[in-house]
C-alpha cells in the first residue's frame, strides 16, 4: 500500500515544508484542488524538481477537457492526475489517451457516485489506472465513510488499482486496511497535526504492518 500526502491548505512554500517533513514516509505527494487553483501548475513543477524521486499528483478533478487539462498537469511534471468519475466517458477517455501519450497514468475520482456498481464497469473499461473512492470533505461527519465504497468496489474491479480519500487518519486508518487499497490517501490527518512528520510516519508504520502481516491483507 502507498502512503498519498495530499496538500491542500496554504502556499506553494508551506507545501514544500511539508513535504520536506514527510518526505521519509510518504510514497506519492499530490497537489491538492486548492493548492492548484492557488498557486496554478507551477506546483506540481517545483514539487516535482525538489523531489523528483517522488511520484505527484495532480487532482485536477477534471469535468471536460479531458485531454487537454490532462496535458497540463503531465507538461508540468504530473505522474499521476485525476478526473471525475461523473465526467463523460469522451472526457475520461481524453485524460486516459493524454496519460498514454505521456507515458503517465490517471485516477478516477468516484466521489458524489450515486451507483458505483453500475459506474465503475464503465470507467474501467476506459483503460484508467487508479479508480479512487472519495468521501467528499464537506460531508465528512463521522458516519460517512469511504470504506462501504471500497468494499463494493473491491468485489467489481480486475484490473485497476484502488485508491481510498476522506477524512483518514492515525485513529481510523486500520478501518480500510481489510479493503486492501493500493493507495491511502490522507491529507488533514497529517497537514492538520503538530509534528507533520511523525503523524505520517506513525500511518506508514500501520501499513507497513498489515502488509507484514498476511491474515489481513
Given at each position: 500500500m ?24 510518504v ?5 491538492g484542488t486548492?493548492?492548484?487553483?492557488r ?28 485531454e487537454?487539462?490532462?496535458g ?7 505522474d499521476?492526475?485525476t478526473?471525475?468519475g ?8 481524453g485524460a ?10 490517471t485516477?478516477?475520482d ?5 451507483d ?6 464503465q ?7 487508479y479508480?479512487?473512492?472519495?468521501t ?17 468496489a ?12 476522506g ?13 486492501r ?17 511523525k ?19
Open positions: 502507498k502512503l498519498q500526502l495530499s496538500l491542500d491548505k496554504g502556499d506553494l512554500n508551506e507545501a514544500l515544508d511539508i513535504v520536506e517533513e514527510t518526505r521519509e514516509s510514497d506519492i505527494v499530490e497537489v486548492p493548492l492548484a487553483l498557486c496554478g501548475a507551477q506546483a506540481i513543477a517545483a514539487i516535482k524538481e525538489r523531489y523528483p524521486g517522488k511520484q505527484v499528483l495532480a487532482d485536477f478533478k477534471i469535468m471536460d477537457g479531458g487537454y487539462e490532462a497540463i498537469a503531465f507538461e508540468a511534471g504530473a499521476i492526475v478526473v471525475l461523473a465526467a463523460s466517458d469522451a472526457t475520461i477517455g486516459v489517451s493524454a496519460a498514454r501519450r505521456y507515458k503517465k497514468e485516477m478516477v468516484l466521489i458524489e457516485i450515486a458505483i456498481r453500475r459506474r465503475l464497469p470507467i474501467e473499461k476506459l483503460g484508467a489506472d479508480l479512487c473512492v472519495h467528499a470533505v464537506d460531508v465528512q461527519n463521522g458516519s460517512n465513510s469511504p470504506m462501504t465504497e471500497l468494499l463494493i473491491r468485489q467489481i474491479v480486475t484490473t485497476a488499482k484502488l485508491a481510498i480519500a477524512g483518514l487518519n492515525i485513529r481510523n486508518i486500520g478501518e480500510v486496511i481489510p479493503g487499497p493500493d493507495i491511502v490517501i490522507v491529507g488533514a490527518g497529517i497537514t492538520s497535526e503538530l509534528n507533520r512528520g503523524a505520517a510516519a506513525d500511518i506508514r508504520r500501520k501499513l507497513r504492518e498489515a502488509e507484514d502481516d498476511r491474515t489481513i491483507l
